[in-house]
């Protein structure tokens, strides 16, 4: 498999656990209170799949790899993406402090939730958009099949020491648990 079909097949996980976190903002707006044991679990998803491990795997090995081969990063592709993993991280951090102060009791803090996550669904899909659309087609004209066969080793490599074995079955099986309670 080449690395950037395995970074597409994680963007459809991430995709859908968007579309669960837009349910659960229409939800909230619509005068429900959160389940924040799942706003909890959504978070760790969001931290440990989307950010450590996914965007992990972009920024310590393919974006490097793709620098090498000549797409710019500063005021180029490689840099807009990384731009955007910080914003999404302050995104994730937002959605942390709304789901504590939900769950000390601070109903006012659903807005703060709703706007986060939304804020992060909007971004998210926009990003994953340029990535499959723009980026991963730069990437796989510039990369032979045998950086491609390196890039995907060392992408399990990262996941391995940077969520664990068996963690990324765990997102899954999460991502079903949700979709099934939400969608």
């Not at 005021?75 to 939900?102: C, F, Q, S, T, W």
């Not at 723009?134 to 099949?145: G, Q, Y």
């Not at 390196?150 to 490599?157: G, N, P, Q």
Request: glycine residues 8%.
């Amino acid at each position: 498999m080449k690395a950037t079909q395995q970074l597409k097949d994680e963007h459809e996980g991430i995709k859908l656990m968007l579309r669960i976190m837009e349910k659960i903002a229409m939800d909230v707006e619509q005068g429900k209170v959160p389940n924040t044991a799942h706003c909890e679990r959504i978070i760790d998803f969001l931290k440990g799949f989307a950010d450590r491990c996914h965007h992990g795997k972009e920024e310590d090995i393919l974006f490097p790899e793709l620098v090498k081969h000549g797409i710019p990063n500063e005021g180029g592709p490689v840099g807009v993406m990384l731009n955007e993993h910080v914003m999404g991280r302050e995104y994730i951090k937002a959605l942390a402090d709304a789901v504590e102060e939900l769950k000390a009791g601070n109903m006012h803090a659903a807005t703060s939730f709703v706007d986060a996550a939304r804020g992060y669904v909007q971004l998210l899909r926009a990003h994953i958009e340029k990535e499959n659309n723009v980026l991963f087609m730069m990437a796989d004209k510039v990369l032979d099949e045998k950086e491609q066969s390196a890039l995907f080793d060392a992408f399990e490599r990262l996941e391995a020491e940077k969520i664990g074995v068996g963690k990324h079955e765990e997102y899954h099986k999460l991502l079903k648990e949700l979709k099934d309670a939400y969608l």
